[in-house]
């Protein structure tokens, strides 16, 4: 069934070393050496010649069914032995015999053996004509079977307790291929095989239903199962599509490629590509179960222009003609440095650099921004001021060639779960990881050294590991030398500080910090990850600059299994400010302030442009406020709901002469608009993503868009050849031809040459990719070290006495963000509401218990939101998420930034709490 099998781990497919050989029915064949018989025969004579079913292609070799057994003799026709081939390494010069009479009547008998235990009902099981065992039966000849029927002995009865996930164990022919799936690819362990002999069955957790297990929904063991034993609600293996379309998931920054089954223009399911190099076979409940969305009831369907305070529908003429004049009107009375838009990290790199070509070019003004730079804006900045260049240093293949992992302010398994999965499993296996961050996460279980510091203390934190580090003499004093600048200041920076202040604010033991800072410079290869954790403080950009400090003093740059990674939130939060998406910076990071970029720009677009820095989303809401700011356009995003300070956001957005809001759906910040315009789903566009291993990637259109609604990019073509542009209609191909010209490490970018895996930039103009950077010099030339002290937030110190614990907010495996798709898909019912952590010491003290409603208010406002009692937060801490709109979370957020990038603080939000009333019982 499988094109190719996975070989054993190290082998490179395209060192063939000549000299060694084996022999195909005595055909000589050049072996790779390592690799197993079946990688043999099929590298060199295709898939299916050997049959498997406990082989698949992202699993380790298991030889459980011997479905796979060949012949090998020692000699050409010689004493023949026959072995599984899935995990038996060809061994030179031996003679493989794979379809010898002897081996096709031990695989026939095979087949009949579990046959006789299978219920024989193909013609009206699910996965007729598509099914694994009724391939292999087909292959080895089984027309009937020679054996006494065997009764069935597991209860036909199908699981249906979860959302997505289904089973039928009288279906099972215990071939290990869905504990192996939940073991290797997730790490979550819930499946295994309980009863022995005849006995012998897979069971859930302690059996288990699938939704009372710790199921994740990942969807791994739906798609090994080589029957319809484990399933999902979509029957994704029933579907025999004549249309496969490949794109890339919308829904975090790992970047994982689908395979999108579509039967008379409607998804039917979706599974994940074997062949994908940045996920393998491997999706999240979100990327495989989560597409429902796409043509819900509730989908916006037609352009709404509001009109004495409701809304009416309007043609895309009418809508585009209010939204021209209102901007015409601003510009001419206010100019216009009154106008702006904000971007989306959701969008493709096409339509978001179209969005700054519009302001910058139709508009005349740099008063660009987009989420990207909400959330990792302090990362871009930090290893700019560092490295020269705000990007990972490495992917995310490396998690296989280091030797320590340092997870900072970063939930992986849940914000970037297919990632998070494999970072996960590094550390089961009990390699050196550690984990910065308050809440004791998933990661932080499995964790070597968990240092769970106080919210707002990165850099406190970081400090101590330097100063440890320094303290023990495990500078890299080679790499310091030849690579960088700076160092003896930086050095004697932190010698300075008092460990034990340090430990005081952090809350970190310096013992634990000390062994967490000796196993990271002593580790041969040490790689970091950061995420939101880092970058939303008020010293993010600090933060990132030490995490770089951290990499260099170590040497941990520019080879494999090394480097700063940070985890981005959003699908395209590096391609949105790649396509200059930034008040500061335009397409490809050009300085707009800089004379000399500043005339290319103005002759590349062949406009007179704005040679100052625009607003950041802070600074437009503030001028909004003050009067001085009249019109804003939002591309897919729901800013009321994500944005810090709810009420703030509401007031600025209230004093705006005109809002234009694409959307998918009414969300809260479309509410607000003055016209709203209908957009398109990723399944429903075409363009690329950049992940956050600087990926560019085809996103491919599954399907057409809902009727009545239009692509991001092709409204931002209609808009402004309106207001007197002259762009062609949307096609990322085109598009990708202009951004190559202005975007340098897009130079080589083509459309028809990004293949199914894309290619990380920087893309020469020969179109080679790059998979890590830094390795001979830093794009500055050398990496700068950059000193930092820790501040306290201002919210805390100007809150603290009256509101005394402490809130960071995260994110959930099954929603995000705003949640505006997922809330309409099987997700919401797993994950049904927000929570708020709070430790039982403090639930304790306030007379509150599991699911009770907690009123919880800051210095901004107050909510009601259900108690999570937990552990996983210190006494003083409190967590949440802000995925449901009922909850408002960011109601009490403050308006507090980094003090650099202007990154929101969500992070840290003094709070106080009281039981609320009413009681609610936590599912």
Not at 154 to 160: A, N, P, S, T, Y
Not at 315 to 338: M, Q, R
Not at 850 to 872: F, H, L, P, Y
Request: charged share 20%; net charge negative; with cysteine.
């Amino acid at each position: 069934m499988f094109e190719t099998s996975k070989p054993m781990l190290g082998i490179d497919l395209n060192n063939t070393v000549k000299s060694k050989i084996a022999y195909i029915d005595d055909v000589p064949y050049s072996l790779i050496p390592g690799e197993t018989i079946l990688s043999f025969v099929r590298r060199n004579l295709g898939g299916d010649l050997v049959p498997t079913l406990c082989d698949a292609p992202n699993l380790d070799p298991f030889g459980s069914c011997r479905v796979c057994s060949v012949d090998v003799a020692l000699v050409q026709n010689g004493n023949a032995k026959a072995m599984a081939s899935c995990h038996t390494p060809v061994m030179e010069n031996a003679y493989i015999y794979p379809t010898s009479k002897r081996i096709q009547k031990l695989r026939k008998n095979i087949i009949e053996l579990v046959l006789t235990d299978h219920p024989l009902d193909c013609l009206t099981c699910e996965v007729n004509n598509n099914c694994e065992l009724q391939h292999v039966a087909a292959q080895v000849g089984v027309r009937d079977v020679r054996y006494p029927d065997g009764k069935t002995h597991l209860d036909r009865k199908k699981d249906l307790s979860h959302p997505y996930m289904t089973s039928d164990m009288s279906k099972c022919i215990n071939c290990f291929r869905c504990v192996r799936a939940c073991d290797e690819v997730q790490g979550q362990f819930v499946l295994s095989m309980a009863g022995r002999g005849f006995d012998s069955h897979i069971v859930k957790g302690t059996e288990q239903t699938f939704f009372e297990s710790d199921c994740v929904s990942c969807g791994a063991c739906a798609q090994a199962c080589p029957t319809s034993a484990i399933s999902d609600v979509f029957e994704s293996k029933s579907i025999v599509a004549k249309e496969k379309t490949r794109t890339v998931c919308t829904y975090c920054g790992v970047g994982c490629n689908l395979e999108v089954a579509t039967i008379n223009g409607a998804i039917k399911s979706i599974q994940a590509p074997y062949d994908a190099a940045v996920n393998a076979g491997h999706t999240c409940l979100k990327g495989r179960y989560a597409f429902q969305f796409y043509n819900h009831p509730e989908r916006l369907r037609t352009p709404l222009i509001k009109k004495e305070g409701e809304f009416v529908t309007a043609t895309w003429e009418e809508a585009y003609d209010f939204i021209a004049d209102k901007l015409n009107e601003v510009k001419a009375k206010y100019g216009a440095d009154a106008i702006g838009g904000i971007s989306s990290a959701r969008c493709t790199n096409e339509e978001n650099y179209l969005m700054q070509k519009f302001i910058r070019t139709v508009i005349g003004t740099n008063n660009i921004d987009s989420c990207a730079r909400v959330c990792h804006s302090p990362t871009a900045l930090g290893m700019q001021r560092t490295f020269g260049t705000g990007a990972a240093t490495n992917s995310v293949i490396d998690i296989q060639y280091t030797d320590c992992i340092m997870v900072i302010g970063a939930n992986p398994t849940d914000g970037h779960p297919v990632t998070g999965a494999k970072l996960k499993q590094f550390a089961m296996k009990g390699k050196p990881s550690i984990v910065i961050d308050p809440r004791r996460t998933e990661m932080a279980n499995y964790a070597t050294y968990h240092l769970q510091l106080k919210p707002g203390t990165n850099v406190a934190l970081l400090n101590m590991m330097l100063y440890y580090i320094i303290q023990e003499q495990l500078e890299d004093q080679s790499f310091i030398e030849s690579r960088t600048a700076g160092y003896e200041d930086f050095k004697q920076h932190v010698l300075a500080f008092d460990i034990n202040e340090l430990e005081a604010i952090t809350g970190v033991d310096k013992a634990l910090v000390r062994q967490a800072a000796i196993a990271y410079a002593s580790a041969p290869n040490a790689m970091s990850f950061h995420g939101l954790g880092v970058t939303e403080h008020s010293q993010g950009t600090f933060t990132v600059m030490l995490i770089a400090d951290l990499a260099m003093i170590t040497g941990n740059i520019g080879r494999r299994g090394v480097g700063v990674n940070p985890l981005r939130g959003q699908n395209n939060v590096q391609g949105a400010a790649d396509m200059g998406c930034q008040p500061h910076q335009g397409a490809g990071y050009y300085d707009v302030t800089n004379p000399e970029y500043h005339a290319k720009y103005e002759s590349f677009y062949g406009v007179s442009l704005p040679n100052y820095i625009g607003l950041k989303i802070p600074q437009m809401y503030d001028a909004a406020i003050d009067g001085k700011f009249k019109a804003l356009w939002l591309m897919g995003e729901d800013n009321v709901q994500t944005d810090p300070n709810t009420n703030k956001v509401k007031e600025a957005l209230n004093k705006l002469d005109l809002l234009v809001v694409q959307e998918l759906f009414m969300t809260e910040t479309a509410k607000m608009a003055h016209v709203i315009l209908p957009a398109a789903s990723f399944l429903e566009k075409s363009g690329t993503f950049t992940n956050g291993e600087r990926r560019i990637q085809r996103v491919q259109k599954v399907v057409e868009p809902i009727a009545g609604t239009k692509t991001d990019g092709q409204i931002m073509v209609e808009i402004m050849n309106k207001m007197g542009g002259h762009e062609k209609d949307y096609d990322p191909k085109h598009l990708l031809e202009e951004i190559s010209q202005i975007v340098p490490f897009f130079a080589g970018v083509k459309w028809d040459e990004l293949g199914e895996n894309g290619k990380q930039w920087p893309v020469l103009t020969d179109g080679s990719d790059t998979e890590i950077l830094h390795i001979d010099s830093f794009k500055m030339g050398k990496g700068q070290f950059k000193k930092a002290t820790w501040q306290e937030s201002t919210e805390l110190t100007d809150h603290k006495k009256d509101f005394p614990f402490i809130l960071t907010t995260n994110r959930e495996l099954e929603h995000y963000n705003c949640g505006a798709q997922t809330r309409r898909t099987g997700n919401a019912d797993i994950l049904l509401t927000d929570t708020l952590m709070i430790h039982p010491m403090d639930a304790a003290n306030h007379m509150i218990e599991n699911g009770d409603m907690v009123c919880i208010e800051s210095a901004r406002g107050k909510i009601d939101v259900k108690a999570k009692i937990t552990d996983e937060v210190k006494p003083g801490i409190l967590s949440s998420t802000f995925h449901y709109p009922e909850v408002s979370m960011n109601i009490l957020t403050s308006s507090v930034t980094d003090t650099d990038a202007l990154c929101p603080e969500y992070k840290v939000c003094a709070v106080r709490i009281r039981k609320s009333k009413g009681k609610y019982k936590l599912v």
